[in-house]
């Protein structure tokens, strides 16, 4: 079935650690974004991509690097974990920029 | 950045009744979505309406650019359409990326 696979579904993390929550879609869709979804917040955009290669920044980047190496992967990294980057992260992708968005079924991440 | 205020913030309903979801938002838009999240977390994409009318099913949306709002509508209401709906835009000239509004937070009673 076409669509978004995020990976992992869920992780604990210790602060300080390294962490590359993984999103990979096969619908060939050019643009691809980072959320993250916080009670009270709801969804901020953290990094996008328009196309293979290009990489933009969003509302909430610090702390986070993406990179684009092709038109399927966008894997988003976490450096050196923090608590307040505890989070619901989902990955979405679209056709183009402002076109329908499509969503995966996000990442629970909890840094302690 | 733009703004976008969603009204109510909750709004509990019997099943079987109609009800109105509002997005207001401050600037021009290039693209205006409307969003399901589901009890389990899902996001489920509902309407891509940055200008008029569109329907599905029971669901329906309006979208009227000039006065910067947008309507999502609910007839007939199920349990499974409880959750929270979101309502996206994305700012015409402004940053690239969807603006999320804090959504409605619906719940369907029996």
């Known amino acids: 079935i076409a669509g978004i696979t995020q990976a992992p579904t869920s992780q604990i993390l210790a602060a300080g650690r390294r962490m590359t929550l993984r999103c990979t879609q096969d619908?060939?869709?050019?643009?691809m974004y980072w959320y993250r979804q916080d009670l009270g917040l709801g969804l901020r955009l953290i990094h996008y991509?328009?196309?293979?290669?290009?990489?933009g920044k969003g509302e909430v980047p610090d702390g986070y690097s993406v990179s684009r190496a092709n038109t399927d992967d966008f894997p988003l990294t976490l450096a050196s974990a923090v608590p307040s980057q505890t989070s619901v992260y989902f990955c979405?992708?679209?056709?183009?920029?402002?076109?329908?968005?499509?969503f995966g079924q996000g990442t629970r991440l909890t840094v302690v | 950045g733009i703004q976008v205020e969603q009204s109510p913030p909750d709004l509990i309903l019997q099943e079987g009744a109609n009800s109105t979801l509002r997005c207001n938002f401050s600037?021009?838009?290039?693209?205006l979505q409307w969003f399901h999240q589901n009890p389990w977390g899902q996001l489920i994409n509902l309407f891509y309406?940055?200008?008029g009318t569109k329907q599905n099913g029971r669901l329906s949306a309006t979208t009227v650019a000039t006065e910067r709002y947008s309507l999502l509508y609910i007839s007939s209401s199920q349990t499974t359409d409880s959750g929270v709906y979101f309502c996206?835009?994305?700012?015409?000239?402004?940053?690239?990326?969807?603006?999320f509004g804090k959504g409605t937070h619906l719940i369907i009673q029996p």
């Open positions: 979405a992708s679209s056709v183009n920029l402002n076109t329908e968005a499509f």
């Open positions: 619908m060939r869709h050019n643009a």
């Open positions: 991509s328009n196309t293979a290669g290009t990489t």
């Open positions: 600037d021009s838009v290039n693209n």
């Open positions: 309406i940055p200008s």
């Open positions: 996206a835009v994305e700012e015409r000239g402004g940053a690239d990326g969807l603006t």
